[in-house]
């Protein structure tokens, strides 16, 4: 029997062969999670499932890497039906998954840019967000004692310009779902909250930072596990229903769980007074 707090619960990371996604998963790791770990990248390789779940194992939780592809229905389905069967239950959602278009697109005008980005971003960024959420809210209200704990990664991108406009929308609906979400489930018991990390070093944005194409943030950038950390103390804080439905900086809620990520830094983040913090 562990000691860990969240021993023997099983969660969902969307997108986490690498990223953010990776962070979370090893966050939920350090407690001691299940963590199913997702994405399309499957193999050997550094930036894979498996090497994610070797690293959650690593960190003191189960890794179960799952191959999917989130564009497609069936296998979100397949996931879900999947976890039912060999551990019956889901505590924790984390809908992380987002396809940055390849080549990135950097601002420019939306009629300049391939319609296929929307469907890069709205597509995978929102709708399949929504698709998961279904299936794994079913699957969490099989079981009475299951924590119910959805967390939607979302950023500043929703609120002010950013990238582009497929972008600022998938994440203006990312947002909404966590508000209508949190008023559709509570009383249900389904908590939703939504995190907005600030500059995470993933290897996406640390190899733009080398390229030229965005600066360093040194105040306030973040590593992927900070937003882990955060997630794993919102599950296992028994008040967590207190921010149902609100939308939340990852590093405001580290500062009021006092986390540092694996660096011993503490970053302080941006605040926004626009953003969703209204109890439901």
């Known amino acids: 029997m562990s000691d ?4 023997e619960k099983v969660a969902v990371v969307t997108g986490s062969s690498r990223g953010i996604g990776r962070g979370i998963a090893i966050g ?6 299940t963590v199913y770990i997702t994405g399309r990248s499957s193999g050997s390789g550094p930036l894979t499932i498996q090497k994610t779940a070797e690293l959650v194992n690593a ?6 890497p799952v191959e999917v592809d989130l564009a497609h229905d069936d296998q979100i389905e397949a996931l879900y039906d999947t976890i039912r069967e060999t551990h019956g239950r889901l505590d924790i959602h984390v809908n992380n998954a987002f396809k940055i278009p390849n080549p990135p697109v950097w601002g420019g005008k939306f009629w300049e840019h391939p319609i296929d980005i929307w469907d890069d971003q709205v597509g995978i ?4 967000a929504y698709v998961a959420s279904v299936y794994a809210t079913r699957l969490m209200m099989e079981q009475s004692d299951s924590l119910r704990l959805m967390v939607n990664i979302s950023s500043s991108g929703s609120e002010r310009y950013a990238l582009s406009a497929s972008y600022g929308i998938a994440k203006m609906g990312t947002d909404r779902l966590t508000r209508d979400f949190a008023i559709e489930g509570k009383e249900d018991g389904l908590c939703v909250i939504g995190l907005w990390p600030s500059q995470v070093l ?4 640390v190899e733009s930072i080398e390229k030229g194409d965005i600066e360093l943030d040194e105040e306030n950038s973040e590593t992927p596990l900070y937003t882990g950390r955060v997630i794993a103390a919102l599950a296992t804080d028994p008040n967590r229903a207190q921010r149902n439905g609100q939308v939340l900086t990852t590093a405001e809620v580290a500062l009021d769980y006092n986390l540092f990520d694996e660096r011993g830094k503490q970053p302080k983040g ?3 007074p626009t953003m ?3 109890t439901i």
């Open 276 to 278: 969703y913090r209204e």
């Open 4 to 7: 860990k707090e969240l021993f």
């Open 270 to 272: 941006k605040r926004n």
């Open 28 to 33: 939920l790791g350090e407690q001691g999670a």
């Open 125 to 128: 960024g929102l709708r399949s």
């Open 59 to 64: 960190a003191g939780g189960t890794g179960i």
């Open 202 to 205: 993933t290897e996406f944005i």
